[in-house]
């Protein structure tokens, strides 16, 4: 039978591996820089820990996993288990029996767990980073995979603002490092909900956000026809355009919702916390926001996500390169009772994510990773046998001991064989130790690149190989 992998997942080259580690690392330096400390949590957690934080549909995509040993069970029971597996699949909140346990959905909810658990030990406010994989039953299709990788940013124990800007900090710095040109949108949940209290309806936040969530994608003539098929008057779907129509620089966007929602105790609070905020940001800005020079952070109150648990600042990146067709390459906000979930209330929190493999996919299509990743072995030695094999293995210690990343080929095979291993693994330097390098104490240094090949001492070898 043909091998194959699951759907939904992938393998990872060499070359690609060096390409996720260099996300990684250079994610990990920001991180530390301000501050957060790395955590990891298990891969699977008890299913009741992740069912009913991430709403319905979230639910249907936990990958739940089957307990131990079931396949001992007697064949009489073979009825009564399938019944009860099929009761868990349509009730995601039903008692577990043939499953109590479950891939990692994300790493929000463990991290909430993990603070609980943990809370005694923990110094509050408490900075950490987590990057590792999460499983979703999710339909794959570009940019979104079964198995991927996440990478969280959070803090808890505080309800400063700083936090969020900090947060804003670590973005913009991370996407210059990595060359990627975004958008770093910003609203506030508590916006959206003075929105809903303007049309006169605000038990229908949640229709009205979801609506204007796609204003992007189907305009604002599609958005009023969803708006009115979700039970919203005229007048509210006019509030709305007003509000959608404002322009202008953030400062000028806020200005005209203060105006618009004045009477709205909850659009105010929103709106100073969005003004505080960027006013934090100001002061700690790491440096030009795009790498076109243009501020990359944008007040967009059509912006809504993860209203299950978001209460305060939203925010999401989007790619703001043409050339690419691609979604959120991460997003987070304020959470004000998070923990409350698993019995520790009022602990506030504020966190982000980065799609890891959407960032990856977008700077596969911008070319912008560096090209010396994809490098790994600098150099190969030939392994001409006897004598000369001894006489390789002391160049290897030697060019490993300068720290230059080398290679022997372990058999003594024949001369093309190995200069084909070399161009095939496209392996900058080949050395070649004969007969006659090994008398003189020399080696001959073959550059792949430009063809040019030149006998020298070791020493001069490795001095060419660290340039």
Same mark, same amino acid.
């Given at each position: 039978?043909?091998?194959?992998?699951?759907?939904?997942?992938?393998?990872?080259?060499?070359?690609?591996?060096?390409?996720?580690?260099?996300?990684?690392?250079?994610?990990?330096?920001?991180?530390?820089?301000?501050?957060?400390?790395?955590?990891?949590?298990?891969?699977?957690?008890?299913?009741?820990?992740?069912?009913?934080?991430?709403?319905?549909?979230?639910?249907?995509?936990?990958?739940?996993?089957?307990?131990?040993?079931?396949?001992?069970?007697?064949?009489?029971?073979?009825?009564?288990?399938?019944?009860?597996?099929?009761?868990?699949?349509?009730?995601?909140?039903?008692?577990?029996?043939?499953?109590?346990?479950?891939?990692?959905?994300?790493?929000?909810?463990?991290?909430?767990?993990?603070?609980?658990?943990?809370?005694?030990?923990?110094?509050?406010?408490?900075?950490?980073?987590?990057?590792?994989?999460?499983?979703?039953?999710?339909?794959?299709?570009?940019?979104?995979?079964?198995?991927?990788?996440?990478?969280?940013?959070?803090?808890?124990?505080?309800?400063?603002?700083?936090?969020?800007?900090?947060?804003?900090?670590?973005?913009?710095?991370?996407?210059?490092?990595?060359?990627?040109?975004?958008?770093?949108?910003?609203?506030?949940?508590? +916006?959206?909900?003075?929105?809903?209290? /303007?049309? !006169?309806?605000?038990?229908?936040? *949640? $229709? %009205?956000?979801? #609506?204007?969530?796609?204003?992007?994608?189907?305009?604002?003539?599609?958005?009023?026809?969803?708006?009115?098929?979700?039970?919203?008057?005229?007048?509210?779907?006019?509030?709305?355009?007003?509000?959608?129509?404002?322009?202008?620089?953030?400062?000028?966007?806020?200005?005209?919702?203060?105006?618009?929602?004045?009477?709205?105790?909850?659009?105010?609070?929103?709106?100073?916390?969005?003004?505080?905020?960027?006013?934090?940001?100001?002061? +700690?800005?790491?440096?030009?926001?795009? /790498?076109? !020079?243009?501020?990359?952070?944008? *007040? $967009? %109150?059509?912006? #809504?996500?993860?209203?299950?648990?978001?209460?305060?600042?939203?925010?999401?990146?989007?790619?703001?390169?043409?050339?690419?067709?691609?979604?959120?390459?991460?997003?987070?906000?304020?959470?004000?009772?998070?923990?409350?979930?698993?019995?520790?209330?009022?602990?506030?929190?504020?966190?982000?994510?980065?799609?890891?493999?959407?960032?990856?996919?977008?700077?596969?299509?911008?070319?912008?990773?560096?090209?010396?990743?994809?490098?790994?072995?600098?150099?190969?030695?030939?392994?001409?046998? !006897?004598?000369?094999?001894?006489?390789?293995?002391?160049?290897?210690?030697?060019?490993?001991?300068?720290?230059?990343?080398?290679?022997?080929?372990?058999?003594?095979?024949?001369?093309?064989?190995?200069?084909?291993?070399?161009?095939?693994?496209?392996?900058?330097?080949?050395?070649?130790?004969?007969?006659?390098?090994?008398?003189?104490?020399?080696?001959?240094?073959?550059?792949?690149?430009?063809?040019?090949?030149?006998?020298?001492?070791?020493?001069?070898?490795?001095?060419?190989?660290?340039?």
């Amino acid at each position: 039978m043909k091998p194959s992998i699951p759907q939904g997942t992938r393998d990872f080259s060499p070359a690609e591996v060096r390409r996720r580690q260099y996300i990684f690392n250079t994610l990990r330096i920001i991180f530390e820089l301000y501050g957060f400390q790395p955590l990891e949590t298990p891969s699977m957690e008890n299913l009741t820990t992740l069912t009913g934080k991430y709403g319905e549909e979230g639910d249907r995509l936990i990958f739940k996993i089957l307990n131990n040993g079931l396949h001992e069970k007697k064949d009489a029971d073979k009825d009564k288990l399938n019944s009860e597996w099929n009761n868990i699949l349509s009730k995601p909140y039903s008692t577990p029996v043939v499953t109590e346990r479950a891939l990692r959905y994300d790493l929000t909810i463990p991290f909430a767990r993990y603070v609980v658990m943990h809370q005694n030990e923990l110094a509050f406010p408490f900075r950490r980073y987590q990057m590792q994989p999460v499983w979703r039953a999710d339909r794959p299709q570009k940019g979104r995979y079964r198995e991927f990788w996440q990478c969280d940013v959070d803090m808890v124990g505080s309800t400063s603002l700083i936090n969020e800007a900090e947060l804003l900090c670590i973005y913009q710095s991370a996407f210059q490092k990595l060359k990627v040109p975004v958008t770093i949108k910003v609203n506030s949940r508590k +916006l959206l909900a003075a929105l809903a209290e /303007l049309c !006169g309806m605000p038990e229908k936040m *949640v $229709d %009205i956000t979801i #609506a204007m969530d796609k204003l992007d994608k189907i305009g604002w003539v599609g958005v009023a026809n969803e708006l009115k098929e979700r039970g919203i008057s005229d007048d509210g779907i006019w509030q709305i355009e007003r509000v959608i129509n404002v322009k202008g620089t953030n400062q000028e966007k806020l200005v005209a919702y203060s105006d618009i929602m004045q009477h709205s105790a909850v659009g105010m609070e929103g709106i100073n916390e969005l003004s505080k905020t960027l006013a934090y940001f100001g002061n +700690l800005e790491p440096g030009i926001g795009n /790498l076109d !020079g243009k501020s990359n952070i944008v *007040v $967009d %109150i059509s912006l #809504a996500r993860g209203l299950n648990y978001y209460t305060g600042v939203i925010v999401e990146v989007v790619c703001s390169s043409e050339a690419v067709k691609m979604g959120s390459i991460g997003g987070g906000g304020r959470y004000d009772d998070l923990t409350g979930l698993f019995g520790l209330k009022g602990l506030s929190g504020v966190g982000v994510s980065f799609g890891i493999d959407r960032i990856y996919d977008v700077m596969e299509e911008l070319n912008v990773f560096p090209e010396q990743l994809v490098e790994g072995t600098k150099a190969i030695i030939l392994n001409f046998g !006897g004598d000369n094999e001894t006489y390789a293995l002391q160049i290897l210690q030697q060019l490993r001991a300068a720290n230059i990343a080398a290679e022997i080929y372990p058999d003594a095979a024949k001369f093309d064989k190995q200069m084909k291993y070399a161009n095939k693994r496209g392996i900058a330097y080949v050395l070649l130790p004969g007969d006659e390098e090994r008398e003189k104490n020399m080696v001959s240094v073959k550059n792949f690149v430009t063809g040019e090949q030149k006998m020298v001492p070791v020493e001069e070898a490795i001095t060419l190989l660290r340039v």
